[in-house]
């Protein structure tokens, strides 16, 4: 008796991003709802914030919801958390993103989705001021080293993240573990006769799509160059920008208005029925990030059946192989060479199409949660 209780596991899970969205939120909630679903020998405490703790419901008995008052990135998650998984008692802590506390009083695992906050420190990803970005980003780094170092395990999303931590961090190559995001297979799709309703939007048909968010990383002021340069051969074709509106956006629009490029087109949020109806319209997703640590827009555009272009930068030919179209986004001929080709070979269009679909399925959220849990089984 005594050796079977010893045997399961008190198991932390920093949750606070858990939630419907993408990125964060959505990597949270996808394998932390799935580890509940498959385990009901360990004991599980999951932290939420604020904003998760009332959307998070398992009926998992096993299950301890604790909320934490303390925002992520914050000084107090600093003091907070420690306090909490010190209280709960935990043989080992799972942090879903890097913000791993300083003094973390347990074993632990740590997530880590890229390292662009590294390789990227620039004022202009972020609304700060440049000192106090400045102090800022030197905080995260000193997190992001001290979480990685001392973890019992790393997970890494992708082999292109694993050997940026090794480069970068000098860690030892067992200590990582690559386990692939997944892609959504509840992502909306349209019924036949929806797909001759209106776009809304203003949006008129051909055009070439991005869906995503505007931080510096993403190129998007590449993008919107390029794009203008490309309308003097097709002076019809669109661009279609789909992501919430932010101030990142925002810089973005000022950009394109104070340029006079026109056929650029910012829906800002849209819903799910929304999106999949300008999926189901769009000439070709258009991916011009300069780094990634996954990349799941491009393929969440394939699972709606839509022929990526994107960037051989990073992770991007690990993750998408042959099933997408490459161009150089730091030399626009090559990147509009490439968009001439795919607006000119329909035959070019249907093959992406098909490589695409089967490209999807190599990546499923229950394999990633089930491989995380292979690795809390074996801590």
Same mark, same amino acid.
Do not use: H, W
């Given at each position: 008796m005594n050796n079977n209780?010893? !045997?399961?596991?008190?198991?932390? %899970?920093?949750?606070?991003?858990? #939630?419907?969205?993408? #990125?964060?939120?959505? @990597?949270?909630?996808?394998?932390?709802?799935? %580890?509940?679903? =498959?385990?009901t020998k360990n004991e599980y405490v999951i932290f939420l914030g604020l904003d998760s703790f009332d959307i998070f419901n398992t009926k998992n008995p096993k299950v301890k919801k604790v909320l934490v008052r303390a925002r992520w990135y914050s000084v107090l998650e600093q003091i907070m958390m420690p306090y909490l998984i010190l209280r709960e008692k935990l043989d080992f802590m799972h942090f879903l993103h890097f913000n791993v506390p300083l003094i973390c009083p347990t074993k632990y695992i740590v997530t880590i989705h890229d390292l662009i906050l590294t390789k990227f420190p620039t004022p202009r990803a972020s609304t700060l001021s440049p000192i106090f970005y400045k102090i800022k980003h030197l905080? @995260?780094? =000193?997190?992001?080293?001290?979480?990685?170092?001392?973890? !019992?395990?790393?997970?890494?999303?992708?082999?292109?993240?694993? !050997?940026?931590?090794?480069? !970068?961090?000098? %860690?030892?190559?067992?200590?990582?573990?690559?386990?692939?995001?997944?892609v959504s297979n509840d992502l909306m799709k349209l019924k036949a006769g929806d797909k001759s309703m209106s776009l809304g939007y203003n949006i008129r048909v051909p055009f070439l799509l991005y869906v995503g968010n505007a931080y510096p990383h993403k190129n998007l002021g590449g993008l919107v160059n390029i794009f203008s340069k490309i309308r003097k051969k097709y002076p019809d074709l669109s661009l279609v920008l789909v992501g919430k509106e932010d101030y990142f956006y925002k810089r973005l629009k000022t950009y394109v208005k104070d340029r006079d490029f026109t056929n650029i087109i910012f829906t800002g949020y849209v819903s799910d029925q929304d999106l999949a109806k300008i999926y189901s319209k769009a000439l070709a997703y258009i991916f011009s990030s300069f780094c990634e640590g996954f990349g799941l827009p491009p393929l969440e555009a394939m699972n709606h059946g839509v022929p990526v272009l994107s960037s051989n930068k990073t992770c991007m030919p690990e993750i998408l192989e042959d099933a997408a179209l490459y161009f150089n986004p730091d030399k626009e001929s090559d990147a509009i060479q490439k968009i001439i080709e795919i607006m000119e070979n329909k035959d070019l269009r249907e093959k992406l199409k098909i490589k695409g679909f089967a490209q999807v399925k190599k990546y499923s959220w229950d394999k990633c949660a089930r491989q995380t849990f292979e690795i809390y089984v074996r801590e």
């Open positions: 209780k010893k !045997q399961i596991k008190r198991i932390g %899970i920093d949750a606070r991003f858990y #939630g419907p969205g993408k #990125g964060l939120g959505r @990597y949270t909630k996808e394998v932390v709802d799935r %580890i509940l679903d =498959m385990d905080g @995260y780094k =000193m997190i992001i080293k001290s979480g990685i170092k001392n973890a !019992q395990k790393v997970i890494a999303v992708s082999c292109f993240t694993k !050997q940026e931590i090794i480069n !970068q961090f000098s %860690i030892s190559n067992d200590k990582i573990v690559v386990t692939y995001e997944g």
